[in-house]
């Protein structure tokens, strides 16, 4: 996880963090339209997207501002392996405080490799070696979630766990008492929102759409939402292409 983060140019910036560019980047799916959304949402007064700003209005967060947002941002877990890479870390201000939230935008793709179910992702290391690793990193990962019910986390995808947990890690680090998670979804199928209500359940709270529906971890509060949104028309993709340079009369 790098220190330094270097304010977008607008889209193309988004798009040149992601693990694939050529691959990830295409209209309709959730690393382009979240980035359009966002990059959109940047200009008003909030900076948040209206109906996440909605969503934080009704959990009793009031007016809320976005004061940095880091696109594509790297949170480290325990362990060897890749970082949990959100699609949007964000510092906002509400009338509760501080918050970290932590974004996972989707669309038609699933919670990693086929809602692959951590239960699944434990049993399935390569070598004797790896599986005691995978072990430390859930672990890392269960800390920050709120303790599981009867059911436990084996069933709910793996990706969807570090996702959230990665709102905790990051208030934990800027010494927040509020975290949230939010999925971001464009037109996603009932299957990735199922994967969605199996965290819910696991956790202990409502999976209603819409809505931040609260729990807690230690001494941080912990909101989780999913929150449908419209793929971006081509007004609103007309407004973030930077429009052809014009020659100056001497060149």
């Known amino acids: 996880m790098s220190r330094f983060n270097i304010e977008t140019r607008g889209i193309d910036s988004w798009r040149e963090r992601l693990a694939d560019p050529v691959t990830q980047w295409v209209r309709g799916y959730s690393a382009f339209e979240a980035a359009v959304s966002w990059e959109l949402a ?13 969503v934080l209005a009704r959990a009793g967060y009031g007016e809320s ?11 480290s877990l325990e362990g060897q392996g890749h970082d949990s890479q959100c699609d949007l870390w964000a510092l906002l201000q ?20 086929g809602h692959q179910s951590l239960q699944t992702w434990l049993d399935s290391g390569k070598s004797l070696n790896s599986k005691p690793n995978r072990l430390k990193r859930w672990q890392h990962v269960q800390r920050m979630l709120p303790i599981s019910g009867v059911a436990g986390y084996g069933e709910v995808a793996f990706q969807l766990l570090h996702r959230c947990a990665t709102a905790v890690i990051e208030a934990e680090r800027f010494n927040l ?28 709270i409502d999976s209603g759409k819409g809505h ?17 949104f419209p793929i971006a028309t081509d007004n609103q993709l007309s407004r973030l292409i930077p429009k052809g340079r014009k020659k100056k009369p001497s060149e």
Do not use: R
């Not at 931040?212 to 001494?219: E, S």
């Open 42 to 54: 940047a200009k008003s007064a909030s900076g948040l997207p209206t109906s996440i700003s909605a």
């Open 65 to 75: 501002h976005l004061l940095l947002g880091v696109a594509e941002h790297n949170v």
């Open 94 to 113: 509400t009338s509760n405080g501080m918050v970290s939230l932590s974004v996972e935008a989707k669309a038609n793709e699933p919670f990693g490799e």
């Open 177 to 204: 008492k509020h975290a949230i998670f939010i999925v971001q979804a464009f037109k996603s199928p009932s299957t990735s929102y199922n994967e969605f209500v199996k965290l819910c359940t696991a956790i202990g």
């Open 212 to 228: 931040l529906h609260m729990t807690n971890v230690g001494n941080i509060s912990l909101g989780v939402a999913w929150v449908d």
